[in-house]
């Protein structure tokens, strides 16, 4: 329905903001709608025919969830149009001169990451099956968001970076069907073309798809998950996670945990990563906030550092908040040297991952000595 249709495109702006790029396919889409409806020839009022009920269902639907989106921009950040984004310092993150680089490892990425080697297909579809007014619809879909991803400065080969352009998805699957369903004006002719692109798939991409089917999706996925459920049974709901890498990310989506990276509290480790280069050896392409960070490291010392983590478990538990740390079971004696003399170290959970690895979850103690700040 109109309605239907019109949330669920509000709503994919909400979660992601270029979701909103797809006002303009959402137009044209009604465009076609309004030269593709007519009454039969001949008949009484014929002519054209404006399908207006569903259209202002699907424009006001839409306008609810980017409505509170804009309102709530307005409210936390001064403008309708401002997000959280203005806060971090970005600069440079989209550029022209990064598109033509891109589109190389777009087109690769779009075809072996979001789809299985089905986008030379789907572009066929998109640019050639249908009425004009479908395939313009298509490309006010497809061009806005691989021009503004193929531009940006942060495009790794993996879910990671093509995340940015699920978007797509069912526009690339959409038009590949629309090649199959042309592919012969008789349906034997139709569901072989189905079989044989099915079965390059199958051949083409079939260390894969074993490895989905084992379950191993990615090298960390399920370790995470499993300590997301460990976490979350184990530690209250408003719980401070200092974590290890890589368990310090995602843990805290499970409940309203505030997550912490014990990388943060390790001088070499500051120094490192927020250098002129990444650790693949690319210059990094944020400076003002990449000097910023280096600073930080640069200015302290190691002793400094575990002293701020200190401070910081002291001031949550006199906040009465839950404090754990969530490690390898072999770094809680180095952890706890870390910590330094008087602080204790309080097994909560303790657990074999997946991969073999076992981990483990903490309560802090403070010396009974110090009082909480």
Not at 219 to 231: G, I, V
Not at 324 to 344: T, V
């Amino acid at each position: 329905s109109g309605i239907g249709a019109g949330l669920l495109l509000g709503f994919s702006g909400c979660v992601r903001h270029t979701g909103l790029l797809l006002g303009p396919a959402l137009l044209l889409g009604a465009l076609a709608g309004v030269l593709n409806v007519r009454r039969r020839p001949g008949a009484a009022g014929a002519g054209w025919r404006i399908p207006w009920r569903p259209l202002i269902a699907l424009g006001a639907a839409y306008a609810v969830p980017v409505g509170a989106l804009f309102f709530y921009n307005w409210i936390f950040f001064g403008g309708p149009l401002t997000t959280g984004y203005a806060l971090t310092g970005e600069q440079d993150a989209f550029a022209w001169h990064r598109l033509g680089a891109n589109l190389p490892a777009v087109y690769d990425g779009l075809n072996t990451v979001v789809t299985v080697f089905l986008l030379p297909v789907a572009l066929m579809g998109l640019l050639a099956v249908g009425p004009w007014t479908r395939v313009l619809m298509r490309l006010a879909w497809f061009v806005p968001l691989v021009m503004i991803y193929g531009a940006y400065y942060w495009l790794p080969h993996s879910l990671g970076g093509f995340r940015f352009f699920l978007d797509i998805v069912p526009l690339l699957i959409a038009s590949a069907f629309l090649v199959v369903d042309r592919a012969g004006r008789r349906l034997p002719l139709r569901w072989l073309a189905a079989a044989v692109m099915l079965g390059m798939v199958v051949w083409l991409d079939a260390p894969r798809l074993t490895k989905i089917i084992q379950g191993q999706t990615l090298a960390d996925a399920r370790p995470t998950l499993q300590a997301a459920r460990m976490a979350a049974a184990t530690l209250s709901p408003n719980a401070v996670v200092f974590a290890q890498d890589p368990r310090a990310h995602y843990v805290g989506t499970r409940a309203d945990f505030r997550l912490y990276d014990l990388n943060a509290f390790n001088r070499r480790w500051g120094l490192r990563m927020f250098s002129g280069q990444d650790w693949l050896g690319r210059v990094r392409a944020q400076p003002a906030r990449q000097e910023r960070d280096l600073g930080i490291y640069e200015n302290t010392t190691q002793a400094g550092l575990f002293q701020d983590w200190r401070d910081l478990i002291l001031k949550y538990q006199a906040q009465g908040r839950q404090v754990a740390l969530l490690i390898p079971a072999w770094a809680m004696a180095q952890r706890q040297r870390e910590l330094g003399p008087g602080w204790s170290l309080q097994p909560l959970k303790q657990w074999p991952d997946p991969v073999g690895r076992t981990w483990a979850i903490y309560g802090i103690r403070p010396p009974a000595t110090q009082p909480a700040r």
